[in-house]
């Protein structure tokens, strides 16, 4: 099993992940979603996950959103060994989430999303009291938020999120994430339902984030954006972790035979027998 | 996505005090949230009667009448409201009114006691004698068993929905039933006898400040409530987030499950105070009625703007529509027109309603 992981030193291998899964295992029923996953993320880089379908992404996702607790294993924080009984552990913890399905509330307006669970109450009797809520402050510090991300909603979008568009919507998504997250971003295919200028646009997001100095978790399908937007690669095949890169020294042909377990010079053989 | 362009300043905007002004149309956008159209409904219909028949309809007698005849529906479309707004429904209302006030009657005469159980009773008797306990106390008792009771119903469908995960729409048929069931067993189906005069006094047909009914008054206590607990806590922000994507709200931490439990139970306890108030009104209280209850305040809520399919509502909106049927049912007697006209004008604003809140969406989702 240890043959087949790989790891390279490489410089940024030798600062502290800011979050770092170690052989954690995790099964439903007598399915093996995760067997053996490694996965360390950096302040300051943007690691892409990868895989096949079934690989076990988004069960690792789930691990460190809090979401499932895994069967075995180990998950540290700052090179301290933590245990997330729900979303809401991992969430103290610093880590957000971005969900596929984005996890709004389209009937309610961006700053109640963004807002959404963890309202700001007003000062004095009536917030302590009544749980008044002090929507003043939390409109102030949605623009806010956005301006530092430099997303723009447009007039449409003092109503509700299900007046903005599908990229809005990410942003919107995104920046809840952000605007909690201390430690690490985690996006579960965040371009999945998006055109080309939209995807640029959260890359830009993404890259805004890392750049603040926060660890980002991409889950990704598309290989090129892989090699687009990542600083590292963590492959996963099977519930196993497969190799750990640097984006800088590996290749999409590596990346692609290790999601399949296929040679690389077969890889190519049989794509250019498709063409 | 930053190629939307803002809307120009309106030439028309004064700039000496536009932030006042702005919050002032914003607040007065909010208060109706869209349903300005239905308050012109409201407006049209009670214009109407005025004009044909001023005086007997616009009179201070028949408006509190009116009122009157609006405020129990009025109690059971707010707690309707908040469940619409969490993507369910609540079909119990009207039987579990019936099941809480057949409870407090229950409980007041076993505590004043019947004229049975003094001996005193003789054929046609207008004058036996009183009840024998503490009149006092039966009547506070039984208001709180009632309302107890009503809440209990409501936190049932609540937890039967979260917990064991049936849908509202069968959860509260079976509520609807089992609570009349109830109801009729405890009662054989007739009418409570017996129950202190003293609650019609005090409560069903006394008026405050000489002008307002009790039961409007509490009516609209709970009104001014249920608005700011709807539109301006925590709770009620989680009420829309919940219906409007509950797994949203689970991972937002919002404790779904007992969010549901409460908001049923507002429904019930609102529900039960409502059959005190019918309890209190007639001195008694008859299971055959209010089994339309349910749909009637589906209704108000429908065309008050609160969306069949959760995340969107508010409380204004069901109160002005709650008044259209009386308003109608009223004026069509005073008129002299057959007042079963009423459920076929209701029924179609119904349909209308529904309408103008989906081409509402329609235009805004085409922005």
């Known amino acids: 099993m240890a043959g087949l992981r790989r790891s390279r030193m490489t410089n940024v291998l030798a600062q502290q992940p800011a979050v770092e899964l170690r052989a954690v295992r995790k099964s439903y029923g007598h399915v093996d979603a995760l067997r053996r996953a490694d996965l360390s993320v950096y302040p300051g880089q943007v690691t892409a996950l990868v895989g096949d379908n079934g690989a076990g992404k988004s069960t690792a996702i789930k691990v460190l959103s809090g979401a499932i607790v895994p069967d075995g294993g180990e998950m540290l924080i700052d090179g301290e060994v933590q245990r997330f009984a729900s979303p809401l552990d991992a969430r103290a913890s610093g880590i957000e989430t971005v969900y596929q399905d984005l996890a709004l509330a389209a009937d309610l307006d961006p700053a109640a999303n963004l807002f959404l669970g963890r309202e700001t109450l007003r ?3 009536l917030g302590r009291w009544f749980h008044f809520l002090d929507f003043a402050a939390m409109e102030r510090e949605t623009q806010e938020r956005l301006r530092e991300l430099r997303i723009e909603l447009g007039p449409g979008a003092a109503r509700s999120v299900d007046a903005l568009s599908g990229g809005q919507r990410q942003a919107v998504a995104i920046a809840r994430a952000t605007s909690w997250s201390r430690k690490l971003l985690i996006l579960d295919e ?6 080309v200028q939209q995807t640029e646009v959260v890359f830009d997001l993404v890259r805004r984030v890392r750049d603040q100095g926060q660890a980002v978790l991409v889950v990704l399908h598309n290989i090129p954006q892989v090699f687009e937007i990542a600083d590292r690669i963590t492959v996963l095949r099977l519930g196993q972790t497969v190799g750990q890169f640097a984006t800088a020294d590996t290749s999409m042909g590596e990346i692609v035979s290790l999601m399949t377990g296929v040679p690389v010079g077969a890889v190519l053989d049989r794509d250019e027998g498709d063409g | 996505m930053s190629t939307e362009l803002t809307d120009p300043p309106s030439p028309d905007t004064l700039p000496a005090a536009p932030a ?3 919050r002032f149309a914003a607040a007065w956008a909010r208060v109706f949230e869209g349903n300005l159209w239905i308050l012109l409904i409201l407006g049209t219909i009670v214009c109407f009667f005025t004009i044909t028949s001023g005086t007997t309809f616009l009179a201070v007698d028949n408006g509190r009448n009116i009122a009157l005849d609006t405020s129990q529906v009025l109690l059971l479309t707010i707690g309707q409201t908040f469940v619409l707004i969490t993507a369910g429904v609540d079909l119990s209302v009207g039987s579990v009114l019936v099941f ?9 005469v076993a505590i004043a006691g019947t004229p049975e159980t003094t001996g005193v009773i003789g054929e046609g008797a207008t004058t036996v004698a009183g009840p024998s306990g503490p009149v006092g106390l039966a009547i506070v008792a039984g208001m709180l068993a009632g309302i107890a009771a009503g809440t209990a119903w409501g936190a049932f469908n609540g937890w039967a929905i979260s917990r064991l995960r049936i849908p509202p729409l069968i959860v509260t048929l079976g509520t609807f039933g089992m609570a009349l069931g109830i109801a009729n067993l405890l009662t054989n189906g007739v009418a409570v006898p017996n129950v202190p005069a003293e609650i019609q006094t005090t409560v069903g047909s006394s008026q405050v400040a000489g002008a307002i009914p009790v039961p409007v008054l509490v009516t609209a206590i709970a009104v001014v409530v249920a608005y700011f607990l ?7 922000r989680h009420t829309f987030a919940t219906g409007s994507n509950p797994e949203a709200a689970r991972r937002a931490g919002i404790r779904v499950d007992a969010h549901l439990v409460k908001v049923y139970a507002i429904s019930g306890f609102l529900a039960g105070v409502a059959g ?10 008859t299971p055959s009625t209010h089994t339309t209850d349910n749909l009637n305040s589906i209704a108000a809520a429908a065309i008050g703007g609160t969306s069949l ?3 969107v509502g508010t409380i204004l909106g069901g109160v002005i529509a709650a008044f259209i049927p ?3 049912q009223n004026g069509l007697v005073i008129r002299n027109i057959q007042p079963f006209w009423q459920q076929v004008l209701v029924g179609a604003i119904i349909i209308v309603a529904v309408y103008v809140d989906q081409w509402r969406r329609r235009r805004r989702n085409a922005k």
Do not use: N
């Not at chain 1, 965040?190 to 055109?195: E, F, N, S």
């Not at chain 2, 005190?276 to 209280?285: E, G, K, N, S, V």
């Open chain 2, 309 to 311: 399919f959760g995340g």
């Open chain 2, 230 to 236: 709807l539109h301006r806590t925590r709770f009620g």
């Open chain 2, 326 to 328: 009386a308003v109608l």
């Open chain 1, 123 to 125: 000062s004095g009797p």
């Open chain 2, 20 to 22: 006042r002004h702005q």
């Open chain 2, 276 to 285: 005190i108030i019918d309890l209190a009104r007639f001195d008694t209280i």
């Open chain 1, 190 to 195: 965040p371009t999945a339902a998006l055109g």
């Open chain 2, 100 to 108: 809480s006030g057949v409870v407090a009657a229950k409980v007041m």
